[in-house]
């Protein structure tokens, strides 16, 4: 059964209460990895993974474990390109879907803007999460959730 796996350090909170609801509602594994304690509802769906502090450990632990299939939700570019390679799918806070054919373009562009960075330039951060980024994100889960209970359903 495919697992959704969430970079929970960084997520927003209206954005993992989409997925408690979504998980619950379909029946999808649900795994929140982070390197702090977490609260989540309880549900037999959802589960959380606490891996120890560091430099991309919560990282590495859902590159490890997702399979082909599995979604991964995380705004980390560079987690986004490990999950693509090994065939899960990987899905940012704003319903953005990473994909073999954009991925290069999302690192390079990260990439552009730490050098800018480090040489001094300010480039602000990312705008704040909108109502439509929201909606974008619930849409795009909800995509994959249905074919997922489709694929469930012709698999019975």
């Given at each position: 059964?495919?697992?959704?796996?969430?970079?929970?350090?960084?997520?927003?909170?209206?954005?993992k209460?989409?997925?408690f609801?979504?998980a619950?509602?379909?029946?999808?594994?649900?795994?929140?990895?982070?390197?702090?304690?977490?609260?989540?509802?309880?549900?037999?769906?959802?589960?959380?993974?606490?891996?120890?502090?560091?430099?991309?450990?919560?990282?590495n632990?859902?590159?490890r474990?997702?399979?082909?299939?599995?979604?991964?939700?995380?705004?980390?570019?560079?987690?986004?390109?490990?999950?693509?390679d090994?065939r899960?799918?990987?899905?940012?806070?704003?319903?953005?879907?990473?994909?073999?054919?954009n991925i290069?373009?999302?690192?390079?562009?990260?990439?552009?803007?730490?050098?800018?960075r480090?040489?001094?330039?300010?480039t602000?951060?990312?705008?704040?999460?909108?109502?439509?980024?929201?909606?974008?994100?619930?849409?795009?889960?909800d995509?994959?959730?249905?074919k997922?209970?489709?694929?469930?359903?012709?698999?019975?």
């Open positions: 059964m495919n697992t959704i796996w969430v970079d929970a350090d960084a997520c927003p909170s209206v954005i209460d989409v997925l609801r979504a619950d509602r379909t029946e999808t594994p649900l795994v929140l990895v982070a390197n702090q304690p977490l609260r989540t509802p309880p549900s037999k769906y959802i589960s959380r993974l606490q891996v120890a502090s560091g430099f991309d450990v919560a990282d632990e859902i590159v474990r997702c399979q082909p299939g599995d979604l991964v939700i995380t705004a980390d570019i560079p987690l986004a390109s490990e999950v693509i090994k899960a799918q990987s899905l940012n806070p704003r319903g953005e879907l990473y994909t073999t054919e290069r373009q999302r690192l390079n562009m990260r990439d552009f803007m730490d050098t800018l480090s040489s001094g330039v300010q602000g951060g990312p705008a704040a999460l909108s109502q439509a980024d929201r909606q974008q994100f619930a849409n795009a889960l995509k994959y959730l249905q997922l209970v489709r694929e469930r359903k012709l698999g019975n």
